[in-house]
T-cell receptor, first 115, second 112 residues
């Protein structure tokens, strides 16, 4: 595997379910990100982990719970979601120092539908 | 509060002609700007970037122009090709901050 991978690619869940999204990066980066993309809206930064420490939490509801067990893996645990949480969830990684640290590499995303 | 704005949600251009995508920003602390390209069912991929110390950066068919006084940047694609049909996102970062602020995207359709 190369780059940034995400599983599953598609997920349909009920409002009472618990599920997790997984992201893995094979680029040796030390920062990982979760974004939410709703139709016709900008990518919304949800969480940032740098060196496995959460450094950003953009007022995300507690029904979204991130986990970063190591620098290569990032999870987003979901529980009691609402229909308005249906969106494309994108994972990204980057360096946090050096000349190209603004360049983030994205996974293909998980298309989440909450019914 | 949306700090990066792409006011044209879509653009249609004939193959071989120039595509011009525009982006405006409000945060004067932004000092690095990027364009990403996204195909359906794929994540965004980095296309080209520009630092605030420059006003132009060119990479093959892609050129980004930055007008700091107007807080405006644009992406020129010339000549446009059918494979350029995608969503293009403008993004910006503040000094020494690795977090990006994104625009809502512009969908480009290149007609044969």
């Amino acid at each position: 595997e190369t780059g940034v991978t995400q599983t599953p690619r598609h997920l349909v869940m009920g409002m009472t379910n618990k599920k997790s999204l997984k992201c893995e990066q094979h680029l040796g980066h030390n920062a990982m990100y979760w974004y939410k993309q709703s139709a016709k809206k900008p990518l919304e930064l949800m969480f940032v982990y740098s060196l496995e420490e959460r450094v950003e939490n953009n007022s995300v509801p507690s029904r979204f719970s991130p986990e970063c067990p190591n620098s290569s893996h990032l999870f987003l645990h979901l529980h009691t979601l609402q229909p308005e949480d249906s969106a494309l969830y994108l994972c990204a990684s980057s360096e946090t120092s050096g000349g190209s640290y603004y360049e983030q590499y994205f996974g293909p995303g998980t298309r989440l539908t909450v019914t | 509060d949306q700090q990066v704005k792409q006011n044209s949600p879509s653009l249609s251009v004939q193959e071989g002609r120039i595509s011009i995508l525009n982006c405006d920003y409000t945060n004067s602390m932004f000092d690095y700007f990027l364009w990403y390209k996204k195909y359906p069912a794929e994540g965004p991929t980095f296309l080209i970037s520009i630092s605030s110390i420059k006003d132009k950066n060119e990479d093959g068919r892609f050129t980004v122009f930055l007008n700091k006084s107007a807080k405006h940047l644009s992406l020129h694609i010339v000549p446009s090709q059918p494979g350029d049909s995608a969503v293009y996102f403008c993004a910006a970062a503040e000094v020494n901050d690795y977090k990006l602020s994104f625009g809502a995207g512009t969908t480009v359709t290149v007609r044969a």
